[in-house]
């Protein structure tokens, strides 16, 4: 099976720009996350997409939002982008959406910088 | 609240050396608990998880609900363990990972 693909890899973008990046998930996981990762804060969660529904969404800005499309494909969106937005942006898949049985499984991630 | 606390930025070790790499959380209820590892330019990866009770790759990792831990150990390190590793939570009422702060492993030869 192929993995969770994250395109583009890398970005880089100016203040004020938006941003949109794309994870197409391994086929049949209809689960899709998205984390920020950062060397201050580490890995912090985004949202969650589970069959074209965002069923949660983590601490940030109404600026960062999200969508799931069918296919299970998922896109994030970034607008006004700001100097802090430049981090490791992590897209992962699971076949459920919790459980015991539960596992995510990571893309490479974008690189987005800011200038 | 809920929270992933791994103490250490880096642990350094020597080639066979025995490793712990801690991990303790805070959560009120029967957590689901997660090691994952990225090795240098790779993505990350799950190691293990507490309910299945197996080793990988020589390492294990016991649940201690009355110490709120979740301790990584391998008994001989070997110089490609070394990469981050990451103490992850399964947080169910919000459906999401909490993920400790991780912790770079250098095994040294």
């Known amino acids: 099976k192929a993995g969770v693909t994250q395109t583009p890899r890398y970005l880089i973008k100016t203040r004020g720009q938006q941003v949109t990046l794309s994870c197409s998930p391994i086929?049949?996981?209809?689960?899709v996350s998205w984390y920020q990762q950062t060397p201050g804060q580490g890995l912090q969660f985004l949202f969650e997409?589970?069959?074209?529904?965002?069923?949660n969404k983590g601490n940030f800005p109404g600026r960062f939002s999200g969508r799931q499309f069918s296919n299970s494909r998922s896109e994030m969106n970034v607008s006004t982008l700001e100097l802090g937005d430049s981090a490791l942006y992590l897209c992962a898949s699971s076949m459920t959406s919790g459980g015991a049985s539960y596992e995510q499984y990571f893309g490479p991630g974008t690189r987005l910088t800011v200038t | 609240a809920q929270r992933v606390t791994q103490p250490e930025k880096l642990l350094s070790v020597f080639k066979g050396a025995p490793v712990e790499l801690k991990c303790n959380y805070s959560y009120s209820g029967s957590p689901e608990l997660f090691w994952y590892v990225q090795y240098s330019r790779q993505r990350l990866q799950l190691l293990l998880r507490h309910i299945s009770r197996e080793s990988i790759k020589g390492f294990t990792a016991d649940l201690n609900k009355g110490e709120t831990s979740f301790h990584l150990k391998k008994p001989f390190a070997q110089e490609e363990d070394s990469a981050m590793y990451y103490c992850a939570l399964f947080s169910g009422g919000y459906n999401k990972l909490i993920f400790g702060a991780g912790t770079r492993l250098a095994v040294h030869p």
């Open positions: 997409y589970f069959s074209e529904t965002q069923r």
């Open positions: 086929s049949g996981h209809r689960s």
